[in-house]
């Protein structure tokens, strides 16, 4: 008899309890966890898709620029009166620049010469950039001294916001920056093509500045690639060192042990930390020049250290112990099974270790403040050596700023942050995926 048909021989009251409700809270807590982890999912996702739509909302519109587009006339009544350009060079550099400017747009608008109420309304609508540009072109090729040329000047900043959409024009005139005059001025200008949005090169290639329209990342890009290499060369150089002696050289004792605790607790070291480091030992200590590349990538090395370190040793960990048998039982040096075998083999994990460090140090911004690198930088650094600034410092700056056009800025700058980042982990996983082997 089975056991089935025992149990449906014995009385009601002597059958064993069925199984089924167990079964059904088991299943009801399978199906409550896998709920719990899709909304956790959903919840981190839709905070993501928030902060990203809120960056790119207010990012995309820094990568075009308000530009005006005006027949200067390099007037000499204007620039040299006196003819004295040949024997005093110095007279094109303070000439009154902005006068041509002017003059190119009263001529351009109409305005009466003798409007005077009317033409002080004109300040502020082109960047106060306009005349350097101006100096520039003059000082590059004189020739243009009493031709008439057009001219792409940038906007002020307040212009560009009002083209763009960005201001509110139903406030009141009075709690406005642009007013009502300029407003009728630009849409005259954008009808007859002068006043167009061009694609902003500026952001790539400008450095600090007072003006947002004139402010970009060029130097701070610079500086960032500076402090890259530099933790590339040592992070990556003496943490694979470092790693190769713990995993295959030291004996396993207290001090290696000690020594494994310490860098597993480096790498959950706040990153201001390593900036305290690197303002107590390289500046104040060792006299380095503050605000330098030099000084800023040394301490992101120190801070990128431990994570290269534990990725090295988790990739030579998974290299097969048959590997390194088969290698030293061919007569190979335990040096040549390491550098021959093994760490050809673990390379793949190295190099996606040393690409996440790389990306952690290039997002940082605390240790870089303790160090100066949040200085006011317009020039683009030749050497490490030299003050720079990094992109999230550039970041940090701007979002400090109290006009509005610096916002858009600083979003933008975000954007390219997030791209540069993005692209670090994808080349990441595209390395682990193609050099990836399992054994």
């Given at each position: 008899m089975t056991a089935a048909t025992f149990d449906t021989a014995l009385p009601t009251a002597a059958r064993p309890p069925r199984r089924d409700i167990g079964i059904k809270r088991r299943y009801a807590a399978e199906a409550r966890?896998?709920?719990?982890?899709?909304?956790?999912?959903?919840?981190?996702?839709?905070?993501?898709?928030?902060?990203?739509?809120?960056?790119?909302?207010?990012?995309?519109?820094?990568?075009?620029?308000?530009?005006?587009?005006?027949?200067?006339?390099?007037?000499?009544?204007?620039?040299?009166?006196?003819?004295?350009?040949e024997s005093d060079p110095?007279?094109?550099?303070?000439?009154?620049y902005d006068k041509l400017a002017q003059n190119a747009l009263i001529a351009k608008l109409g305005i009466k010469p003798d409007d005077k109420p009317t033409i002080a309304k004109l300040k502020g609508f082109l960047s106060d950039s306009a005349r350097?540009?101006?100096?520039?072109?003059?000082?590059?090729?004189?020739?243009?001294?009493?031709?008439?040329?057009?001219?792409?000047?940038?906007?002020?900043?307040?212009?560009?916001?009002?083209?763009?959409?960005?201001?509110?024009?139903?406030v009141p005139e009075a709690r406005r920056k642009v007013k009502d005059q300029q407003i009728t001025w630009m849409n005259e200008l954008a009808k007859d093509?002068?006043?167009?949005?061009?694609?902003?090169?500026?952001?790539?290639?400008?450095?600090?500045?007072?003006?947002?329209e004139t402010s970009g990342i060029g130097v701070a890009i610079v500086g960032s690639l500076y402090m890259m290499v530099i933790v590339l060369v040592l992070a990556l150089l003496i943490g694979v060192a470092a790693s190769i002696y713990l995993e295959e050289f030291a004996a396993k004792n207290r001090l290696?042990?000690?020594?494994?605790?310490?860098?597993?607790?480096?790498?959950?070291?706040?990153?201001?930390?390593?900036g305290l480091l690197g303002l107590a030992v390289f500046i104040n200590f060792l006299g380095m020049p503050r605000s330098a590349?030099?000084?800023?990538?040394?301490?992101?090395?120190?801070?990128?250290?431990?994570?290269?370190?534990?990725?090295?040793?988790?990739?030579?960990?998974?290299?097969?112990?048959?590997?390194r048998q088969a290698a030293l039982g061919l007569g190979a040096s335990k040096m040549q099974m390491v550098f021959h075998h093994v760490l050809p083999l673990a390379m793949p994990g190295i190099l996606t270790g040393t690409?996440?460090?790389?990306?952690?140090?290039?997002?940082?911004?605390?240790?870089?403040?303790?160090?100066?690198?949040?200085?006011?930088?317009?020039?683009?650094?030749?050497?490490?050596f030299d003050p720079s600034t990094a992109l999230p410092v550039q970041i940090y700056m701007w979002a400090?700023?109290?006009?509005?056009?610096?916002?858009?800025?600083?979003?933008?700058?975000?954007?390219?942050?997030?791209?540069?980042?993005?692209?670090?982990?994808?080349?990441?996983?595209?390395?682990?995926?193609?050099?990836?082997?399992?054994w």
């Open positions: 966890f896998k709920a719990y982890g899709i909304a956790a999912i959903t919840f981190g996702l839709v905070f993501l898709a928030i902060m990203l739509t809120s960056i790119v909302g207010k990012g995309y519109t820094a990568f075009w620029q308000t530009n005006v587009t005006l027949p200067i006339t390099f007037d000499q009544s204007v620039i040299d009166p006196q003819n004295k350009r110095s007279v094109l550099v303070k000439a009154n350097i540009q101006l100096r520039d072109e003059l000082m590059a090729n004189p020739t243009l001294m009493g031709q008439t040329v057009d001219v792409s000047m940038l906007a002020s900043a307040n212009v560009d916001s009002a083209f763009k959409g960005q201001v509110d024009l139903t093509g002068a006043l167009a949005e061009k694609f902003n090169t500026g952001l790539f290639t400008y450095g600090a500045s007072s003006r947002p290696t042990d000690l020594i494994e605790v310490n860098i597993n607790n480096l790498a959950a070291v706040p990153s201001i930390v390593f590349a030099i000084v800023g990538g040394i301490t992101l090395s120190l801070m990128t250290l431990p994570t290269i370190i534990i990725a090295t040793r988790a990739a030579l960990a998974a290299v097969p112990p048959s590997i690409i996440i460090g790389l990306a952690r140090a290039l997002g940082e911004t605390a240790p870089l403040l303790l160090i100066g690198m949040v200085a006011f930088v317009a020039n683009y650094p030749t050497t490490p400090n700023e109290a006009e509005r056009a610096f916002v858009e800025r600083m979003s933008g700058a975000i954007i390219i942050l997030l791209v540069f980042l993005m692209a670090m982990n994808i080349t990441a996983i595209i390395l682990r995926r193609k050099f990836e082997r399992r």
